[in-house]
C-alpha cells in the first residue's frame, strides 16, 4: 500500500531537531505544493470550466428529487460526523489511546498531524477559490468559508485514512481488517450526505478527498521516515570489522 511507510512499525522515534525537520520537509513543503494544485485547480473550475458547474448542479438536482424525511435524518448524521468538534474529538482521543498503548508519540501524533494539514489548505484554498454553493436548498447550515474544496470530506478523509494507515500495524487480523473496513466506509457516507445534502458540488468533494489522503500521506511518512544517519549507523554497527 503506498500510503503505510515501511518503517511505521519502527520503536524508535526522531529527536526534537529531527522532527521538527521532517515536518517541515515531509509534511509543510509537500503541503504548500499540494495547495498551489488545488488552488489552481479552482481557479480553473471558478474560470475556463465555469461550465461545469451545469453538469454538477444536474447531479445536486436529481439528489434533490430524492430527498425524504428518513433519508434527510440519515444523511444528517453521516455529515455530523466530519464536522470539526466531531474530527477534532475523535482525533484527540486516538491519539491518546495510541500513545497510550504504543508509547510512541511520533506515531500517535500521525492523525494530528493529517488533519491540521489538511485543515490548512483547505482553509487557504476556500479563501482564494471563493466558489458558490450549488443553487438547491442547503439541508445544513453553510459554514463562513467558500464550496470549494469540501472542508467535511477532506476531514473525514484525512483522519480516517490516517488510522487505516496506523491499523495495518495491529497484529489480530479480524481486528485489523475492521478497523480498516469501518475507516474506509466512514468518508464515503460523509461525502454522499453533503452532495445529498446541497452543500458541495461533485468537484469539490473529490478534490476534498484528495486533499484528505494525500494529507493523511504525508503525515504517516514525515516521522516515522527513517533518517540517513540512522539506517548509516545501523550499517555501520552490523559491519564485521
Not at 504548500?32 to 454538477?56: C, D, M, Q
Not at 439541508?139 to 472542508?151: E, F, K, R, V
Not at 496506523?166 to 473496513?181: G, K, P, Q, Y
Not at 478527498?209 to 552490523?238: K, Y
Amino acid at each position: 500500500m503506498l500510503l503505510v511507510p515501511p518503517h511505521l512499525t519502527r520503536r524508535t522515534g526522531p529527536d526534537r531537531r529531527t522532527a521538527i525537520r521532517a515536518l517541515i520537509l515531509r509534511a509543510l513543503v509537500p503541503g504548500i505544493v499540494l495547495w498551489l494544485a488545488i488552488a489552481g485547480f479552482g481557479e480553473l473550475l471558478t474560470g475556463p470550466l465555469k461550465g461545469w458547474n451545469r453538469s454538477e448542479s444536474d447531479l445536486n438536482r436529481s439528489l434533490q428529487d430524492i430527498r425524504d424525511r428518513t433519508w434527510d435524518s440519515i444523511t444528517a448524521l453521516w455529515s455530523e460526523v466530519g464536522n470539526t468538534e466531531i474530527i477534532i474529538g475523535v482525533c484527540a482521543l486516538a491519539v491518546v489511546v495510541v500513545w497510550w498503548r504504543t508509547r510512541r508519540w511520533w506515531f500517535a501524533a500521525i492523525p494530528a498531524i493529517a488533519i491540521t494539514l489538511q485543515a490548512s489548505i483547505f482553509v487557504a484554498a476556500a479563501a482564494v477559490i471563493g466558489r458558490p454553493r450549488p443553487d438547491v436548498p442547503h439541508l445544513d447550515p453553510a459554514p463562513p468559508t467558500s464550496s470549494y474544496p469540501s472542508g467535511h470530506v477532506g476531514a473525514s478523509v484525512a483522519l480516517y485514512a490516517s488510522l487505516a494507515i496506523m491499523a495495518t500495524t495491529i497484529e489480530r487480523t479480524w481486528l485489523r481488517r475492521t478497523v480498516i473496513a469501518v475507516c474506509s466506509v466512514i468518508p464515503f457516507l460523509v461525502a454522499y450526505a453533503r452532495l445529498y445534502r446541497g452543500m458541495h458540488h461533485l468537484s469539490d468533494v473529490v478534490v476534498g478527498a484528495i486533499n484528505g489522503l494525500i494529507c493523511a500521506g504525508l503525515a504517516a511518512h514525515c516521522l516515522v521516515h527513517r533518517s540517513r544517519d540512522t539506517t548509516e549507523a545501523t550499517t555501520t554497527r552490523s559491519t564485521p570489522a
